[in-house]
């Protein structure tokens, strides 16, 4: 038996399909989802990874995405991730989201006093991170 996962931002669908795993950062910490799960609702961490391990022939790689924001929802073997943003680690163009960073960068120098990063601070942090940059 297996789940049936999607991963969804406002544009539109990033990933779906069956599932053996589905893995999430939560604002309480990491949840691991498998078959017979309890229903649960959880708010995905900022910058958090999501990583989906496809059910199927053995060797298939996971789908793995950064995320900002949003929720995940578990209810009879169907997880939903309902991300305000995401990527996927594959496709993160290090450039951009460098760029991207260093503007909000900027911008929480003016917000902010505790050093403390924002949440698009922490999402672009953590795209960087994903995509091999130790940054």
Do not use: C
């Not at 900022?46 to 924001?69: F, K, S, T």
């Not at 450039?95 to 929480?108: G, I, R, S, T, W």
Request: hydrophobic share 45%; proline share 5%.
């Amino acid at each position: 038996m297996t789940l049936q996962a999607a991963l969804v931002v406002p544009e539109g669908e990033l990933w779906s399909g069956p599932a053996q795993i589905v893995i999430a950062k939560t604002t309480d910490g990491d949840i691991g989802v498998l078959t017979g799960h309890s229903p649960v609702l959880g708010i995905l961490a900022p910058g958090g990874l999501v990583r989906i391990r496809p059910a199927g022939p053995d060797g298939e790689d996971a789908v793995e995405a950064v995320v900002n924001g949003g929720f995940l929802s578990v209810a009879d073997d169907r997880v939903s991730v309902l991300a305000r943003e995401a990527q996927l680690v594959p496709e993160i163009d290090r450039a951009a989201v460098q760029a991207a960073l260093d503007e909000a960068l900027e911008a929480a120098r003016s917000v902010t006093q505790g050093g403390e990063d924002t949440a698009e601070v922490s999402y672009y942090r953590a795209l960087l991170h994903a995509s091999g940059d130790g940054s």
